[in-house]
């Protein structure tokens, strides 16, 4: 079935890179998506990667694709303390429009 | 980037009562729209699928007639909770897909007392 993983919880230091992992089931989702929600707030979509692509740099932004492994990663440089929010990967669910979400990371930037 | 607008942000009401929710897609038209359901620390759970001048398609296990949906323009969603209980309590949020990126609205925090 579908079913999309991630790590939790993560804690950084304020300036440290953060990695948040996910993995994802369904090899055929042409995208996957990167959201960020911070309390109380709706989803903000962060950044997209098509499914050719193995790598998307958008400013503080990595996100890296390994198809092979459905591996995805968020790589968030210099992290600062307004980075601190609940991280959720997604993917669209097989033949539908409709996404399918991680548990979500909470990211935690401390001094 | 498009812009979805959830209204109300916050609702408190009584048992019983029945609340809408509104989700409107402000610079695009989207012919589909999500309706989501997330508890506290937990994930998004997919709750419909909001179809312009046709019936909503539901996810196994939640009842239609509890949590009506509307979506009889292509700009506006709505989601009304009938006859609402505690256990409704919940942050309800919207979606819609422009082109290839999926937006969500601010999300609706509903408390029945």
């Known amino acids: 079935g579908e079913d999309v993983e991630q790590s939790l919880f993560l804690s950084v230091r304020e300036g440290d890179s953060s990695v948040i992992n996910c993995t994802y089931t369904?090899?055929?989702?042409?995208?996957l998506y990167w959201y960020k929600q911070e309390p109380g707030a709706g989803l903000q979509l962060l950044t997209y990667i098509f499914s050719n692509m193995d790598m998307k740099q958008d400013q503080r932004l990595t996100v890296l694709l390994n198809k092979k492994d459905k591996h995805l990663s968020l790589r968030i440089a210099d992290t600062q303390t307004g980075d601190s929010a609940i991280y959720f990967c997604?993917?669209?669910?097989?033949?539908?429009?409709?996404?399918?979400f991680g548990a979500g990371t909470r990211l935690a930037v401390h001094p | 980037g498009a812009v979805v607008s959830q209204h109300p942000s916050r609702v408190i009401c009584k048992s019983g009562t029945s609340v809408k929710i509104e989700c409107r897609s402000l610079d695009f038209q989207a012919t589909t729209m999500f309706w989501y359901r997330q508890f506290p620390k937990q994930s998004l759970m997919l709750m419909a699928t909001?179809?312009?001048?046709?019936?909503?398609?539901?996810e196994q296990g939640v009842e239609k007639d509890k949590f009506l949906i509307n979506h009889a323009s292509l700009t506006l969603s709505t989601l009304t909770v009938t006859s609402a209980h505690p256990e409704d309590s919940s942050f309800y949020i919207c979606?819609?897909?422009?082109?290839?990126?999926?937006?969500f609205g601010q999300g609706t925090r509903l408390t029945v007392v």
């Open positions: 997604a993917e669209p669910l097989r033949g539908y429009n409709k996404l399918i």
């Open positions: 369904d090899s055929s989702s042409t995208y």
């Open positions: 909001s179809n312009e001048g046709s019936k909503a398609t539901y």
């Open positions: 979606s819609a897909r422009a082109q290839v990126e999926a937006f």
